[in-house]
Structures are given as structure tokens and as C-alpha cells.
């Protein structure tokens, strides 16, 4: 809808006795809305739209979508004639959002970084957030203070691992974030590369500002006189047949790659996977002007089973946006690799039938990283050394769990 028809909605449903109008100035998705997928920008977004549509309307305006600090809620209200403003998953986020604006603490409210995850909650169990493992109703619960300090190492630097660190240091313990070969933000920041992903990287910062805070830091060993190792690091993917012995890379080696490592990779490229992380690799690849072919077991109606309806639908658009080619009902059998560098990849349809693409330069496997129990953190003895293992994941969903269960921890160790 334009800003003409919305007027004369909005003045038509004035004249029918509405007492106010909300209206959804678009989200991190719409063109129109780039800055938001920039991680910026989110009042004038809104301001574009209400203020057009504010013309001649008298009654209460309340401007939304995809307002997450207090500095854009007021860009907003000064920029437009809106009445108020209204949040939905910043709240969930950060339950203690208006107490902590009204203090001036901007920089302490947990961020919606516009995952969806708490929207797969809403189906069914109790809503939460990724960044936030606290119970949502009670955002910033006190945390008790340990009378026995302990040196704790946490391995991997995703989600839920800083989330452990964040509360354990809080409340006094001397902790140790070993990122190992992933980026700060683990599997969620990999993904944070990807165009239209780069509101990820909220969560990042504001988990830096937080340990630092509470004295904690990086480190590449586990210390000595370690007492606790907490390993929140991703497990990794099954081996799969048609890349054994090839010169197959696969997404982890990818993602996040700068100009120089570019290098290696050819222009045109099969990318394989079972689902959304196969197509983010190939917004990735494209991105740096490489023609990616995604090839998924998924139906061309849902090729992305394992994302939120949402976010697959976007993912397609985007793809398509990019000029990526979409290979959907198809399973990888053989990499075929040539000296002249044009490779084939064959695969199988789901009727049976074996088809041959290409060619291409190089092939990403993306099947990602095994999905850990969700059942809880596990405890073992590894080297001498209390270990408890977490995990993460490239399921918001269960990166969710991890994260609640990461802070359950954290506050009885």
C-alpha cells in the first residue's frame, strides 16, 4: 500500500469512529528499508512512511516496526506527528526496555537483532530470545553473588557461550572467552556477513560491552589453573560421500572471507546444502560477484524447511535478487573435478532421475553444523577439568534453548 491509499484509509477510518491508527512503517525486508538491514536508520524508515500518510488525519497516529532503541522511538515522535510508538519483539528482548530508556542506560538494553527465534516460540512452549536468556518477564533479574570465585574458560564465542560468560562474570567469577577459529558471535556471527544479516551484529556488541564491563576477556588457551570449561562450540557437520576427497569448501571456510581470500573461488559455484545456511552462502558468494547455484532437497514451494516461513520467503527473494539460480527437489550425488577447471556436479531428482549441472569453478558443501541435545547443558571430566557442555547452533530456535539454559547455568555454578 502507497502513502495515497493509506491516507485515504486512514481518513476513512476516521470518519467510521476509530479512535487511533498503528501504522507498520515496514521492516529490515523492504526495499524501501535498507538502512534497517545495515543495522541503522530504524526512525527515518518509519518517519517516511506515517509522516505521508499523517496528512489530514486527526486522530491518535502510533508509529511501529522495527523500533529497537530509545533514540529512534524519539527520531520518530520528532520527525512525524505520531501520537506514540509501539514495540513488539524489542520488548521481548529486553522486557526492562522503558525502565532502562527512562534511565538514560541505552547502551544496556538487550537488542532484537530481528531473528524470528522468539517467534518459533510462539508456537508452542515459553517465548524467549536468543540474546536474552533471562525469563522475559523478568529481564536483568539480580543476580546472586558467588562466594566462591572460580577461573572458567568458555569455548566458542556463539550466543550461548556469551551469554554464560556475561552472567557468570556478573556475578564474580573470572572468566575466559576462548573464540577458538570462529568469529565473536560463533555460527550467528559467520551469518552476520551475509547481506540483510547485519543486524546479527547488535548482539555482538552489546555482549562486548558487557564483559567488559564485568573484567572479563578474550583468550586463545584454556588457563592453567582453570576450575570450570564451559564448551559452547558448534558441533560439527556429518561427512557427506560426494564431497569426500574432493576440493569441496564448506561454509564455515566461506562465510566471513575478506578480498584477498576470495581469491580461490571461481565465478561460477554450487552451493549444496539441505537448507537456509545453502542459500545465505550463496547471498554471501554473490555479494562478492560470484554466480552461485543453490542446489536443495527442499521444494521449489518450500525449499528452506528448517527457516521460519518468513525468513524463507525473503531468502528467496533475495536470491532472486541476486540473479542466484535456485535448484530446488535435488540431492548431490558426484563432484566431477577437471583440470580446465569446468567441474559437473550430478544429482538426484526426487522422482528418481540423475541430472548433471555446471560447469563450475568450486562447490560449497553446506550442510552446516550438527544440531546439539536440547534436552540440556551434559557434564563429563575432560583432562581432569570439570566440563560441562553446551553447544550452539544455526537454529535460532535452539540457539533459544541454549541461551536460556547458558544463563540457568550461570547463575547456580
Partial sequence: MNAEAGTRLALALQDDGVAALEIVGGDRWDDASLQLSCGVGEGPVIARTSGAILQGVRIPIIASGRLLSPTGAEETLRNTNATAVAMGR?????????????????????????????????????????????????????????????????????????????????????????????????????????????????????????????????????????????????????????????????????????????????????????????????????????????????????PFPDSHPMHALRLVERLAGYKCDLVTDATPEEWNETLDRKHRLTVRRGDGTTAVLGPFQTAVEATGWSEPQVTGPTETVVNGTRTIVLGDSQSFDTVRKLVHWANQLARTV
Wanted: proline share 7%.
Fill in 90 to 302: 524489542a520488548l521481548i528482548a529486553d522486557p526492562s526496555w522503558v525502565a532502562k530508556a527512562r534511565a538514560g542506560v541505552e547502551e544496556e538494553i538487550v537488542p532484537c537483532i530481528g531473528c524470528l527465534g522468539c517467534h518459533s516460540a510462539m508456537d508452542g512452549g515459553t517465548i524467549g530470545c536468543v540474546v536474552n536468556g533471562d525469563e522475559v518477564h523478568v529481564s536483568g533479574l539480580h543476580v546472586q553473588q558467588t562466594a566462591h570465585p572460580l577461573n572458567i574458560a568458555v569455548l566458542g564465542a556463539g550466543l550461548p557461550g556469551l551469554e554464560f560468560a556475561r552472567v557468570a562474570s556478573s556475578r564474580g567469577h573470572d572468566v575466559t572467552v576462548i573464540p577458538g577459529t570462529m568469529p565473536l558471535g560463533g555460527v550467528t556471527g559467520l551469518r552476520s556477513s551475509v547481506p540483510g544479516n547485519a543486524e546479527f551484529g547488535r548482539a555482538f556488541l552489546y555482549f562486548g560491552d558487557r564483559l567488559r564491563e564485568f573484567g572479563s576477556g578474550l583468550g586463545e588457551t584454556i588457563p592453567d589453573d582453570c576450575d570450570l570449561v564451559v564448551d559452547a562450540r558448534p558441533l560439527p557437520g556429518p561427512k557427506l560421500s560426494w564431497a569426500v576427497g574432493r576440493s569441496v569448501l564448506t561454509a564455515s571456510s566461506v562465510l566471513g572471507r575478506d578480498l584477498h581470500q576470495m581469491y580461490g573461488i571461481g565465478r561460477r559455484v554450487a552451493i549444496c546444502g539441505p537448507g537456509s545456511l545453502a542459500g545465505e552462502v550463496a547471498l554471501f558468494l554473490a555479494g562478492w560477484g560470484r554466480r552461485p547455484t543453490v542446489v536443495v532437497p527442499g521444494t521449489s514451494d518450500n
